[in-house]
């Protein structure tokens, strides 16, 4: 009888309370080993299935999670199935544990799941996923969702108890050595070899030049991932409030890829610029608490998302489904392809495409260039961010859009555009980063500006001013 895990954008060991939990049934003698599931099917994610290039990303981690676990007599399964299907065709299954997957979808195939553990007599075990709040637990004096950064903030200090930000102990990341496994002993190469196979069939990885500049960017895997988080806290954090805004330099964590896919969890990157900050107690502190407002903020998109759910594809603020964006598709296609003739916007774009990452400060000044120098919508924005970011997450990815856009929570402000010229002369003095991206900049060859930024930031006023009028008048 075994003990399955059903994992979804928590592929990791340490810190993964319901693999923890599914060893400790094998330990107590209610199962005799423990299996993995990882489903890509759309009854999981729904509309927003990963897009390519964190489809490779991925691919990469389940090829490294797979030998891990397999170190540790752990089977990991892939498949196309929903975990519900696969539980109602699976035989020998002695219970059924999972983190709280929290994307809208995949909290649908949970209570599925629930309900065909349920019909087959079967304990569900659902544990804490990878938020450092209850989402239902943070509420206003009047039981509603925040909506508002700044007093969620508040309220997540006074709510949230420290040991919920602390992660498992990882004793048995190394059981096949201390006798702590999944089975008894490692799973045989021959069983590993088809489980590459069968991983393969999947198709998550793009079969395509795009893929190996991605190749060149990032290190795989679990241990890579507490490498940078280990390099990170002993350095660009002691000055993260100001090197967060150069992209010019290694000024921030880079953790958000593996955080994505949950190869790291919030709560082991807490736990760590805790320690920073204790350690520091004496000066410094400042940096650290800038980042874990970072944090805090990632908290609140979820916290938006779980609440707000439509809000993905869909303004927060209803009157916004209102507002006249344009339709361009040139100027959107020179904004993808990075040949927009500013070179703060290009240069951003340019590392997306060939990275799959861009700097934070880089996206808000890409997006505003979009939504107000363009006036083309969020939503085109956002979808292309969904595809080529190895580091997509829903939560993050409306939040962020919805702000520059002025629709959603803690939203820009509508007369606040970003100038391309001066961000770039604050931001990149030396003109590093942009020549780093875009090699002909100096030649001839470079793009002339699609759009004058002083008419076009006139432009947007106007419009934005006249749609506040008319909302105003309507309200």
Not at 29 to 46: E, K, N, P, R
Not at 168 to 186: E, V
Not at 309 to 335: G, I, Q
């Amino acid at each position: 009888m075994k003990a399955l895990v059903w994992m979804h954008r928590d592929l990791r060991q340490a810190d993964h309370p319901a693999l923890d939990g599914a060893l400790a049934a094998v330990e107590r003698g209610d199962a005799t080993h423990v299996d993995v599931i990882y489903a890509w099917s759309q009854a999981v994610y729904g509309n927003w299935m990963p897009g390519q290039a964190q489809q490779w990303w991925i691919h990469e981690h389940l090829k490294d999670l797979l030998r891990r676990l397999a170190r540790c007599g752990v089977r990991l399964v892939v498949t196309r199935q929903s975990p519900s299907a696969y539980l109602a065709a699976e035989t020998g299954v002695h219970s059924v544990h999972f983190n709280d997957p929290l994307l809208p979808a995949a909290r649908r195939e949970a209570k599925r799941l629930c309900k065909e553990a349920d019909r087959r007599g079967m304990a569900a075990f659902e544990y804490p996923g990878d938020l450092l709040h209850d989402p239902d637990e943070i509420r206003t004096g009047n039981g509603d969702p925040y909506r508002v950064f700044t007093p969620f903030s508040r309220r997540f200090h006074e709510r949230v108890a420290p040991e919920r930000c602390e992660p498992l102990a990882a004793a048995w990341i190394d059981g096949a050595s201390r006798g702590r496994t999944g089975t008894g002993g490692p799973i045989s190469s021959d069983d590993v070899c088809e489980a590459f196979a069968r991983l393969d069939r999947l198709g998550l990885h793009p079969r395509h030049a795009w893929v190996a500049p991605l190749a060149s960017a990032w290190a795989v895997g679990e241990a890579a991932a507490h490498d940078r988080l280990a390099a990170f806290t002993s350095g660009p954090i002691t000055q993260y409030a100001e090197g967060r805004d150069r992209p010019d330099e290694d000024g921030t964590s880079r953790l958000s890829p593996y955080l994505a896919i949950g190869v790291l969890s919030p709560r082991q990157v807490f736990a760590a610029v805790r320690s920073v900050r204790a350690a520091a107690a004496a000066g410094g502190a400042t940096d650290t608490e800038t980042y874990l407002r970072e944090l805090i903020w990632r908290e609140f998109g979820y916290h938006l998302l779980l609440h707000f759910p439509e809000t993905a594809s869909t303004p927060l603020r209803p009157e916004w489904s209102r507002f006249p964006w344009r339709e361009d598709a040139a100027a959107l296609a020179a904004w993808k392809q990075g040949r927009t003739g500013f070179p703060i916007v290009d240069a951003g774009m340019r590392q997306l495409w060939q990275s799959g990452w861009m700097h934070n400060r880089v996206r808000m000044i890409t997006a505003s260039f979009l939504t107000k120098d363009l006036m083309i919508s969020w939503q085109e924005g956002a979808a292309w961010f969904w595809d080529t970011l190895i580091d997509a997450d829903l939560a993050s990815n409306t939040l962020g859009w919805q702000w520059a856009a002025g629709s959603g929570a803690d939203a820009q402000p509508y007369f606040r555009i970003f100038n391309p010229e001066s961000q770039l002369k604050k931001h990149d003095p030396r003109g590093a980063y942009v020549r780093a991206w875009i090699p002909e900049l100096d030649d001839l060859s470079y793009a002339a500006p699609i759009v004058d930024h002083a008419a076009a930031r006139k432009r947007a006023l106007a419009a934005y001013e006249t749609f506040r009028k008319a909302t105003k008048k309507d309200g």
